[in-house]
């Protein structure tokens, strides 16, 4: 990583990185290793199409703004089916979500499915 610094940063879904990934690997006869394995991991677990993500995230920006836009991310990835796969997502975060948050998170999400 000599010669390069980070311009930009922030987090992407799994779904918006197998778009970026497919994007800088068009036209590449023989992609780098790292690029081939990331590619097949993305294929394997990216459960959404990048469109879908990026309308589930705002969403969720929009249902509670306590919510960082990591977790946000980590949950549109997973995609949790009841409350406590959410709250396993939230174990780290320094605040608890009463049950009413859990339930609009889940609505939400249930409602792109």
Same mark, same amino acid.
């Given at each position: 990583?000599?010669?390069?610094?980070?311009? *930009?940063?922030?987090?992407?879904? =799994?779904?918006?990185?197998? !778009? /970026? %990934? &497919?994007?800088?690997?068009?036209?590449?006869?023989?992609?780098?290793?790292? !690029?081939?394995?990331?590619? *097949?991991?993305?294929? $394997?677990?990216?459960?959404?199409?990048? $469109?879908?993500?990026?309308?589930?995230?705002?969403? =969720?920006? !929009?249902?509670?703004?306590?919510?960082?836009? *990591? #977790?946000? #991310?980590?949950? #549109? &990835? =997973?995609?949790?089916? &009841?409350?406590?796969? /959410?709250?396993?997502?939230?174990?780290?975060?320094?605040?608890? %979500?009463?049950? &009413?948050?859990?339930?609009? =998170? %889940? *609505?939400?999400?249930?409602? !792109?499915?």
């Amino acid at each position: 990583m000599i010669g390069r610094k980070v311009i *930009e940063e922030h987090p992407v879904t =799994l779904a918006e990185a197998k !778009q /970026i %990934l &497919d994007k800088e690997m068009k036209g590449v006869e023989e992609p780098l290793y790292e !690029q081939a394995i990331t590619a *097949e991991y993305l294929k $394997k677990f990216a459960k959404t199409k990048p $469109k879908t993500a990026v309308e589930l995230r705002e969403k =969720l920006a !929009q249902t509670n703004e306590r919510i960082k836009e *990591e #977790v946000i #991310v980590k949950i #549109v &990835d =997973l995609l949790p089916r &009841d409350e406590e796969d /959410i709250r396993a997502i939230f174990a780290k975060e320094r605040y608890a %979500l009463t049950k &009413d948050e859990l339930n609009n =998170l %889940l *609505e939400v999400i249930s409602g !792109q499915e």
